[in-house]
């Protein structure tokens, strides 16, 4: 299941604008420069490959370049943890990627342009694992280059955004939405000890969503994280926060509502928590009492599902499946 964090960050991101705001900060400043913003779109995780996970919080845009009909794609993978292989993992994205637009797209003359992007906030301190996929392969890589052929070896770098290397002050001045630079401003409070020490000291941002068009809505997303990702010291300062931008009787009937809501929403992701993990181990029952080889990678695809419609599909193909493929990529997967 996806963490406070990731649809923290997935709501932030849904929207156009806010998203847009984002990207142009954390693009390479040549690469960002040649995009039209105006033409982003937001697509689904399963454009890449429903193969490589079903439950996180990755999002994937496209957008068009200037003076080109070409697409261009961003991939973008959020880690509150430093991921050692994670070069590995995007060449695995933007490959897989590729392969899905070519089965889709047959007569187009130019695959998408890709742009692996990772953003980093973490209890660990700044990222420390390699950004290239040839700093993962054990080479002597001076030696390689000075003998010229590292260039024939397989190679991608991501961009990287650590969070954990710009200050609060720097987050709290980008060109973006007050909501995308309070989002960066919590993310990077790795630890709930820090979150509480430094919440009443983003009363301006707060201010800021809260006099906004769309504020109310944001205002409820951004106490629902604090809700979920906190404690009860949270809460209080929270309170505290509110206080400052509305009167006490307004921000007592806000977070209790959320708080409600909160609750309703454990209660019923609970639920359904606990009949994915049931249809999910029938799956793989039925397949071991058939005597269909099931591969790791399938076993933990099929144990990470969360999605009941997808699960009923794969628990009535394993009733006739001679292969695990049978069952996983079947018609709509």
């Keep these: 299941m996806s963490g406070p964090h990731d649809r923290f960050i997935r709501y932030v991101l849904e929207h156009a604008e806010r998203a847009a ?30 193969a490589i996970r079903e439950t996180r919080g990755d999002l994937s845009f496209s957008v068009r370049l200037r003076g080109s009909s070409r697409r261009a794609f961003i991939l973008l993978e959020h880690q509150s943890r430093v991921e050692r292989r994670m070069a590995a993992r995007m060449r695995q994205y933007v490959s897989r990627l590729l392969d899905r637009w070519e089965q889709q797209h047959p007569r187009t003359r130019h695959p998408p342009l890709i742009l692996p992007v990772v953003l980093y906030h973490g209890p660990q301190g700044p990222w420390t694992a390699p950004r290239r996929v040839e700093e993962l392969l054990g080479i002597p890589l001076e030696e390689a280059r000075r003998e010229r052929w590292l260039q024939h ?47 009443m000291q983003q009363v301006d941002l707060f201010r800021e969503i809260h006099t906004s068009p769309q504020g109310e809505k944001e205002l409820e997303a951004v106490i629902h994280y604090l809700q979920e990702r906190g404690t009860e010291v949270t809460g209080e300062v929270t309170r505290q926060v ?82 695990v493929s049978e069952v996983l990529n079947g018609p709509g997967h």
């Design 21 to 50: 705001a984002l990207l142009h900060t954390v693009l390479p400043p040549g690469f960002a420069a040649r995009v039209e913003w105006s033409t982003l779109r937001s697509h689904p995780t399963s454009l890449v490959d429903s």
């Design 153 to 199: 070896l397989l190679r991608l770098e991501y961009v990287l955004y650590d969070l954990m290397t710009h200050s609060e002050q720097e987050l709290k001045m980008l060109a973006c939405p007050p909501l995308v630079r309070l989002a960066l401003v919590l993310l990077r409070l790795a630890s709930t000890r820090e979150l509480n020490g430094r919440l």
């Design 242 to 323: 509110l206080r400052c931008l509305m009167r006490e009787q307004q921000a007592e009937e806000l977070m209790w509502t959320m708080g409600q809501r909160l609750k309703a929403k454990g209660r019923a992701e609970g639920r359904a928590e606990g009949r994915a993990e049931g249809l999910a181990e029938g799956v793989l029952r039925i397949l071991a009492a058939r005597g269909v080889r099931l591969d790791d990678e399938s076993r933990q695809r099929i144990q990470g599902c969360t999605d009941l419609a997808k699960l009923n599909r794969w628990f009535e193909r394993a009733l006739h499946a001679d292969s």
